[in-house]
């Protein structure tokens, strides 16, 4: 598993119209969450990313605002970037293209309703599976299709804590962009690595970003 912790440089070059890290001389790196709005664990995520003046991208599941609006208000608040991660968590390979665009456009629809503005329109694909026909389709209709360099592995409950902290202190460098999840399934492994993660760029002097493209 450790081999796919860290995006290989050959898999950038294959899919450059992805954007897997943002490459700049200032040790910016970019937190990203995928999975919530979620009542367990969203929060707290935001109250670590608060005592580190930390800003982060949080790629949203579109049943999930529309259960939880006022922790994803929280989030905008907050001062965090929001992305679109389908509205039901859809696995791309398995979707035909016309119900996978349609699915991702239900829920920047209702990311949109509630911030009152047309947002920008960050994509992850959930599981990172996406067919070449929906991201051709998703980038026509101005999605950035935000991938990543590192993944830290926090919803795989066969590691420890310890081992996802590792994974993204060992590779992490200025420009990542890194996998958490504000997930259920995470919790555990996420409480431990995260508030150890920003303690240690805090102290490396690296600046937690949120991605504005």
Known sequence: MSIWVKTNPIIKQIFPTYVWDIPNSVNKVYLTFDDGPTPEITEWTLEQLKKYQAKATFFCIGNNIEKYPEIFKKVIESGHSIGNHTFNHLKGWKTPVEDYIENTQSCQTIVNQILKIDSQQLFRPPYGKIKPSQSRKLRE?????????????????????EQCLQNVLKNVKSGSIIVFHDSVKAERNLKYALPK?????????????????
């Open 197 to 213: 993660t920003l303690e240690f760029l805090d102290k490396k002097g690296f600046i937690c970003e949120a991605i504005n493209l």
């Open 141 to 161: 209709l101005g999605y950035k299709i935000i991938m990543w360099d590192i993944i830290s592995y926090d919803f795989d409950k066969e590691i420890s804590g």
